[in-house]
């Protein structure tokens, strides 16, 4: 393709990305935390900034709006907008605040230990550990509904673990599920009867 054509071709694309950002900034800057907003506008100037736009008014005030999104308080309604706007910040060339980070991280953590079965002790113990790093992650994971049935899965594994220690009547692995047990949430009733077992086993014989 001659040098002209190719001209012409970054000339035609300009053409379309200029109003194309223009519009995505508009969108973002109207402070709706919309995740499609917020991942359009990134991806756009990641293309402006490929094409040239460096120093542009319209490049600026694109970033300015991104930035500016990811100040103020979040709620759980608004996770999905914080994890695309880390997703695009690279691509958009503005630097996160560090918080928005960690709740980011903390939501993906979260989903992954909530995703494994949570059958064995380790499975449990990421998950116990990642709904407590939730919890003190912000309204916006705090509140979240994978927080909420992440707890509700700890729990329920935390009981399984429990009972299962208590029919092996093996007293270190009562109290090594019942750790975790309490560390999860789990009931008082529950709780009680793996501390007999650990009681009764403590008790002198005669």
């Known amino acids: 393709m001659a040098q002209q054509d190719l001209d012409a071709a970054r000339s035609l694309i300009s ?8 519009n995505a900034t508009a969108a973002v800057a109207a402070g709706s935390r919309s995740a499609e907003a917020i991942a359009s506008l990134g991806s756009l100037i990641k293309t402006a900034t490929t094409l040239g736009f460096e120093s542009t ?6 970033r300015a709006a991104y930035a500016g999104q990811l100040e103020g308080n979040f709620s759980a309604s608004d996770l999905a907008f914080i994890e695309k706007a880390v997703e695009f ?22 989903r992954a230990a909530a995703a ?12 116990v550990a990642a709904v407590h790093e939730g919890e003190n992650a912000g309204p916006a994971v705090a509140g979240s509904d994978d927080l909420a049935a992440a707890k509700v899965k700890a729990k329920a594994k935390a009981v399984e673990q429990l009972q299962a220690a208590i029919s092996s009547a093996n007293a270190q692995l009562v109290k090594t599920a019942l750790d975790v047990a309490v560390t999860a949430g789990v009931s008082a009733v529950d709780l009680e009867a793996a501390r007999a077992v650990i009681n009764a086993q403590a008790a002198p014989s005669f």
């Open 116 to 127: 494994q079965s949570g059958d064995t002790a380790q499975e449990l113990e990421r998950l």
């Open 57 to 62: 008014s319209q490049l600026a005030a694109a």
């Open 89 to 110: 910040a690279d691509s958009a060339g503005v630097k996160l605040p560090g918080d928005i980070f960690s709740m980011a991280l903390s939501a993906k953590r979260v």
């Open 15 to 22: 053409a379309q990305v200029v109003p194309a950002l223009t």
